[in-house]
């Protein structure tokens, strides 16, 4: 922060932001991941277990266009590997078919939308925008 005495810093737990001029870079924290978070979509992710999960956000002020930014999940757990647990950071982002949210690419926790986003038999709102990798 001595480099960027304009920035400003702010913590919350595991969590932290920092904002300089009209861009705000932000770490939410590490969250344990509820055993089986993928409820009825499970059998599209068989064997992935995530044990904990984070996000990486980048905002800008919105452009013409209406984009705000990207986001990007991070989640610790066995994705290439199913014996061995890593940190994997990935994102997601609506069927191209579909309107784009403001964030894009976004970060979905390990649920229902984001099995249904990995689980390439299936077309659902969301869809894989960078692969997971570590």
Not at 7 to 24: D, F, P, Y
Not at 37 to 48: D, I, T
Request: charged residues 20%; proline residues 7%.
């Amino acid at each position: 922060m001595e480099n960027a005495p304009a920035a400003q810093h702010r913590e919350r737990g595991a969590s932290w932001a920092i904002t300089l001029a009209n861009v705000v870079l932000a770490f939410t924290g590490r969250v344990r991941t509820p055993t089986n978070p993928w409820g009825a979509w499970g059998g599209g992710v068989r064997g992935l277990d995530v044990v904990a999960h984070a996000s990486l956000d980048q905002r800008v002020r919105r452009t013409l266009t209406g984009w705000e930014g990207r986001s990007h999940p991070h989640w610790f757990g066995n994705y290439t590997d199913r014996a061995e647990y890593a940190w994997f950071e990935g994102a997601f982002m609506n069927d191209f078919r579909m309107d784009q949210p403001r964030v894009v690419p976004c970060a979905l926790p390990p649920g229902e939308d984001a099995a249904k986003a990995l689980n390439i038999r299936l077309v659902s709102q969301f869809q894989v925008d960078w692969p997971f990798r570590d």
